[in-house]
């Protein structure tokens, strides 16, 4: 059963995925992160990482492979990781240039918000970003994250110095964006 939205669906990582996320790692224009540079990474470290995955019912996070519907193109990567049950996670998003500015991005943000809130039941989600990444921050905005720390002068990327942001997506929040949701979880 995959998870899905109205342009895309976000199912599980399948290893002929995983030579586009190297692409995507090593271009210095999605690769977004400079802890993760240099972009040197390799096919088999990602297949490492691929093959390392076990099975558990206990999972502590999740990637997914977005898949657009029309084209069933690969789109990008959705994850959540440092998850604490029924009450916090991380997200992280990459999506090809290509469907930069298609909506697709928001979708698959959308439908991880979704199970994240409706089947996992949680309090809060974060995102990590940086004062440098407007893309990135709009987006979260859209799903009505806002920025709740700010670490100044805390990342250098392309040449200049910014802020490192946390932002954050309460589940009141999510519901009160969401009226056609009905929160199931009774208020603490
Ligand atoms: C971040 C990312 C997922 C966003 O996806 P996207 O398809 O570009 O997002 P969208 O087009 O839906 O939204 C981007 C928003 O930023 C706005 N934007 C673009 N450039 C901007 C700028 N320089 N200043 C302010 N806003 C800007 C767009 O207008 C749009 O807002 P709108 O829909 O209100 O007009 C994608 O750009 C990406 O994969 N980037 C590389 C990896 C990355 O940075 N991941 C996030 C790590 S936290």
Not at 30 to 39: F, G
Request: no cysteine; aromatic share 12%; glycine share 6%.
């Amino acid at each position: 059963m995959v998870l899905e939205g109205k342009t895309i669906y976000l199912r599980e990582e399948r290893i002929s995925d995983i030579e586009t996320f190297v692409k995507l790692r090593n271009d210095m224009a999605t690769q977004a992160w400079n802890k993760a540079l240099p972009p040197d990474y390799t096919l088999p470290m990602y297949q490492k990482r691929f093959e390392e995955k076990e099975f558990s019912f206990d999972r502590k996070d999740a990637r997914f492979t977005i898949i657009h519907k029309e084209s069933d193109e690969l789109v990008g990567t959705i994850s959540y990781s440092e998850y604490e049950s029924r009450f916090s996670t991380t997200i992280g998003l990459v999506v090809r240039k290509k469907f930069w500015g298609t909506g697709a991005s928001f979708d698959a943000q959308e439908v991880l918000l979704k199970f994240l809130f409706e089947e996992l039941g949680l309090l809060v989600a974060r995102i990590w970003t940086q004062s440098g990444n407007p893309r990135a921050i709009r987006l979260a905005e859209k799903s009505g994250f806002r920025v709740s720390a700010r670490v100044r002068e805390s990342i250098f990327i392309h040449g200049k110095i910014f802020d490192t942001l946390i932002m954050d997506l309460l589940r009141e929040e999510y519901y009160s964006l969401h009226p056609e949701l009905l929160d199931g979880l009774p208020p603490i």
